[in-house]
């Protein structure tokens, strides 16, 4: 369907079998289930452990931790195939996750999570958002007083993807003075965890499978050695660090749904019939599905030159923040091009396009909103 993309490095035959691997589960065990979740509003978490025996969780790990070694583009094969297959992105929020201990823990703390994680017994969410703190995580204001050998823990946390489910948590806390040099990273084991509640689990415009819910800590105690690292103060630059491989846990469901978009209308239109003639054969119709599927072939292009750069240790933040907007942007134009073509029949949930189309629109919020993508690359510009 779309003009033949030029093939990076990391596009081998060891990538592709995999991929078809991970597409083949998906199909079989994850979609049939899918409109179930959706009814019920999350994904149960012991879906995710024959997903993490399989190698499908964390392939990117050492295998000291429970992964297989692999390169960071498994990963990103492995949430391309489920952006197409319309799951959501909770397996990534877990990933992510995993990364901060990964990269900032101390050699304990991977020891006693990532193997769990990689499994599928741990899942893993990330607390960052507050009722009154969106991206300023700078004005933060769940706070851990250290008392002895603990933390106690009070605030409370909006929009977490995981919410629900999760039996894991990252979470952003002041433990010192206002600013970024006050913010530190707990981890959280929350079953059974005194003090700790999850409110509403929250309804949402679309990605109604993914659980996003509210959080509360009450006096909540947590052992001192998980703090994140050996040191607090230095949540803001562990966050603000992985920024780049972040972004394109954004990026790469954004190409796989402009390309599902696009091959559905490609059918409807063929099939579908009006004054005579298929839709398909009226020019608007023509023009319109070319300029999406020239959106579609421009922004894979981009995507899979970031993954290598990644890949390479050559992705800049500057480029992973325009990645970020950019195509993200694109998402939500070529779904909403292409369910215009649907007509009626593209405002009914029953149609892929319309949950593609309601799916789509928190991409350009959540990760960083467009307008804050702009601002972080202007100040590269005009330094």
Not at 187 to 213: C, I, M, N, W, Y
């Amino acid at each position: 369907m779309f003009p033949q993309l030029l093939r990076q490095p990391w596009m081998n035959e060891d990538i592709d079998a995999f991929r078809e691997q991970v597409r083949r589960y998906v199909a079989a065990e994850l979609t049939p289930q899918l409109e179930g979740w959706r009814r019920q509003g999350y994904i149960p978490r012991e879906v995710w452990r024959p997903f993490g025996q399989l190698g499908f969780l964390l392939p990117e790990l050492d295998e000291a931790y429970g992964g297989a070694g692999a390169t960071l583009a498994y990963q990103l094969v492995v949430q391309d195939e489920l952006a197409k297959a319309e799951i959501p992105a909770n397996t990534g929020v877990h990933n992510l996750a995993a990364h901060y201990i990964l990269d900032y823990g101390t050699e304990a703390q991977k020891r006693r999570w990532l193997p769990k994680m990689a499994s599928g017994e741990i899942v893993a969410g990330i607390a960052l958002t507050e009722p009154g703190c969106g991206s300023d995580l700078k004005a933060l204001r769940t706070r851990a007083r250290r008392d002895g050998d603990s933390y106690v823990v009070d605030g409370a946390k909006t929009f977490i993807t995981n919410g629900f489910t999760a039996n894991l948590l990252v979470v952003a806390v002041r433990t010192g003075e206002s600013g970024s040099r006050g913010v530190s990273l707990i981890v959280l084991e929350t079953e059974k965890l005194p003090g700790f509640r999850v409110g509403r689990r929250l309804e949402k415009l679309g990605q109604h499978a993914s659980d996003t819910a509210e959080l509360f800590f009450d006096n909540v105690r947590v052992p001192a050695d998980q703090l994140l690292g050996e040191k607090e103060g230095e949540g803001f630059i562990q966050l603000m660090s992985q920024l780049p491989y972040e972004r394109m846990f954004l990026c790469v469901p954004a190409a796989a749904v402009i390309e599902r978009a696009v091959e559905l209308t490609l059918a409807y239109t063929r099939e579908r019939k009006a004054f005579g003639q298929s839709l398909a054969d009226f020019q608007n119709t023509r023009f319109k599905l070319a300029e999406c599927a020239t959106l579609a072939h421009v922004v894979r292009s981009f995507v899979n030159d970031c993954i290598q750069r990644l890949l390479d240790g050559k992705l800049d933040p500057e480029a992973a923040y325009m990645a970020k907007w950019w195509c993200t942007e694109q998402q939500c134009k070529v779904v909403d091009e292409c369910l215009q073509l649907f007509g009626g029949y593209g405002y009914m949930t029953e149609y892929p396009i319309a949950r593609l189309y309601a799916d789509a629109r928190v991409q350009r919020i959540y990760g960083g909103t467009t307008e804050i993508m702009k601002d972080l690359i202007s100040r590269k510009l005009f330094a």
